[in-house]
């Protein structure tokens, strides 16, 4: 909303930082409705159920992030562990959770 009202950067600030993975959302493709938001080249695309109005068709501009994490996890050594969190016979979630967390593993937000 920051970038698309005013113009602004985003300063993202997470608390327990989920391996850096909520931290990378600009990476992410949204798909609802028919129509697509986010970078052209997105490492993956969410397609949730969606009510409400649609976000603004504007790129964010991420000046900042950072993950507050008392005991942060790695998503190289940590990443068996958090893969366990997911069900085995969730596949698209698997696949989701692997391909955000070889993201992780390269940028290290």
Do not use: K
């Not at 850096?20 to 949204?30: C, E, K, R, T, V």
């Not at 695309?45 to 950072?66: F, H, K, Q, S």
């Not at 969730?90 to 290290?108: C, E, I």
């Amino acid at each position: 909303m920051g970038t698309a009202r005013f113009g602004l950067p985003l300063i993202l600030s997470e608390l327990g930082a989920s391996a850096g993975l909520n931290l990378l959302w600009d990476h992410y493709a949204l798909a609802v409705e028919g129509r697509t938001f986010g970078p052209p080249d997105p490492v993956l695309t969410l397609a949730p159920d969606w009510t409400g109005r649609l976000p603004p068709n504007a790129r964010p501009r991420i000046l900042e992030r950072r993950g507050v994490d008392l005991n942060p996890l790695d998503p190289e050594t940590d990443r068996l562990r958090l893969l366990a969190y997911v069900w085995p016979d969730q596949h698209d979630r698997l696949h989701r959770t692997r391909t955000a967390l070889d993201l992780a593993a390269r940028l290290r937000p």
